[in-house]
C-alpha cells in the first residue's frame, strides 16, 4: 500500500485528550478530535496508519521549555470538579492537565518514533493545543507548549543540530517564540491574521522568527505566495534537520474564528512544500502537532488531506 520511499505516518493520541473540556459551547472541544478520526475512517485513511497511544511527557521533558514553578503552579489549580479559569478564554477541569501531559507527550514519543526509524512522520492528535503556551504562562487554550516540548527533545536527546518551526495556524504562535526566540538552532516561519489575537509578532523577537502577518480575507493563492516568497527560501536556507508543524487549521474559509479564505488545497498544498524541504534537508523528518481549527466538519476535511499528503496514501 505504501509507495517505497513513503513510510509510516504514526498518528498519536490519547483517551485523556477527550477528557479536558473548558464549559459547554467552548469552541476547542473534544468533539474536535472525533471530527478528525471520522473523517480519516471515511476517507479510508484510518486503517493506514501507525496508531500509537501518546505516553505522558515526564517533567523533565516539560522542564527543558518551561519553569518548574509555572508548572507547579498548574498542577496546584487543578480543581476537584468544575472549572478553573487560566485566563478569559482558558479553563481547566480535573482532566486538563493529564490531558496536558500526554498532549506533550505526543510529540516526544512522535521523535522517537521517527529517530528509532519506526515511522517516518507524525501527527499528533491531541488537546489541549499549545503554541500559545508561553515559558511560564498558559494562554489561549493552551497549557504546555507540545510542540516545543517535542522540539526540544529531538535536540537534547537525539543530538538534532537544527529544527524548523512551521507554524500555519492562523493565530501567531506566540509561545514557541517566547522559548526559542534568540536560540541559532530553531529556524521558526509563521503566518498570521493581523491585527488579532494574540496581538504580537508583528515586531519578531529575534531573528530566527520569520513571522508574517496577513490582513483578513487573505486568499489561499495569497498566502502561497507568501510562502514561495518567504518560507521557503529561510527554510531552505536554513536547511533543517527536523521539521515540526504547529498544524492549526483555523484559517480555513468555514472557520468562524478567524476571516481568512484557506481550503484544503492549500492545507494539501503546504504539507506538500513542507514534505519537500524535510526530503531535501532533514530525511523526511516531520512530526505536525495539531493546535486550532474550530468548524469541526472543516477540520476533519483539512486534517485528512494534510495526513493523506504526510503519509503518501
Ligand atoms: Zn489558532
Not at 468533539?31 to 478520526?37: E, M
Request: hydrophobic share 45%.
Amino acid at each position: 500500500m505504501y509507495p517505497a520511499d513513503e513510510g509510516i505516518t504514526a498518528y498519536l493520541t490519547h483517551s485523556a485528550c477527550a477528557m479536558h473540556e473548558m464549559g459547554q459551547g467552548h469552541p476547542e472541544c473534544p468533539g474536535r478530535l472525533a471530527a478528525i478520526q471520522d473523517r480519516l475512517i471515511a476517507a479510508q485513511l484510518w486503517d493506514y496508519l501507525l496508531h500509537v497511544d501518546a505516553p505522558a511527557a515526564t517533567h523533565e521533558q516539560l522542564m527543558r521549555v518551561h519553569d518548574e514553578a509555572y508548572i507547579d503552579r498548574l498542577t496546584s489549580m487543578v480543581p476537584g470538579h468544575g472549572y478553573v479559569h487560566l485566563d478569559p478564554d482558558t479553563a481547566i477541569n480535573r482532566f486538563s492537565l493529564l490531558a496536558a501531559y500526554h498532549a506533550a507527550g505526543a510529540g516526544v514519543h512522535a521523535v522517537d518514533l521517527i529517530m528509532q526509524g519506526r515511522a517516518n512522520n507524525a501527527f499528533c492528535s491531541v488537546r489541549p493545543p499549545g503554541h500559545h503556551a508561553e515559558r511560564s504562562r498558559a494562554m489561549g487554550f493552551c497549557l504546555f507548549n507540545n510542540l516545543a516540548v517535542a522540539a526540544a527533545h529531538a535536540m537534547d536527546v537525539h543530538g538534532i543540530e537544527r529544527v524548523a518551526i512551521v507554524d500555519f495556524d492562523v493565530h501567531h504562535g506566540n509561545g514557541s517564540e517566547d522559548i526559542f526566540c534568540d536560540d541559532p538552532r530553531v529556524q521558526m516561519v509563521g503566518f498570521f491574521q493581523h491585527p488579532f489575537f494574540p496581538y504580537c509578532g508583528d515586531t519578531p523577537r529575534g531573528p530566527n522568527m520569520l513571522n508574517v502577518p496577513l490582513p483578513r480575507a487573505t486568499t489561499g493563492l495569497q498566502f502561497r505566495d507568501m510562502v514561495v516568497e518567504k518560507w521557503l527560501p529561510a527554510l531552505d536556507a536554513f536547511a533543517p534537520q527536523f521539521i515540526f508543524i504547529s498544524a492549526g487549521f483555523d484559517a480555513h474559509l468555514e472557520d468562524e474564528m478567524s476571516s481568512m479564505g484557506l481550503v484544503e488545497a492549500d492545507y494539501a498544498w503546504i504539507t506538500r512544500q513542507i514534505k519537500q524541504v524535510a526530503k531535501q534537508h532533514a530525511q523526511g523528518r516531520i512530526v505536525s502537532t495539531l493546535e486550532g481549527g474550530y468548524d469541526l466538519s472543516a477540520l476533519g476535511r483539512s486534517v485528512a488531506v494534510h495526513i493523506k499528503e504526510l503519509s503518501g496514501l
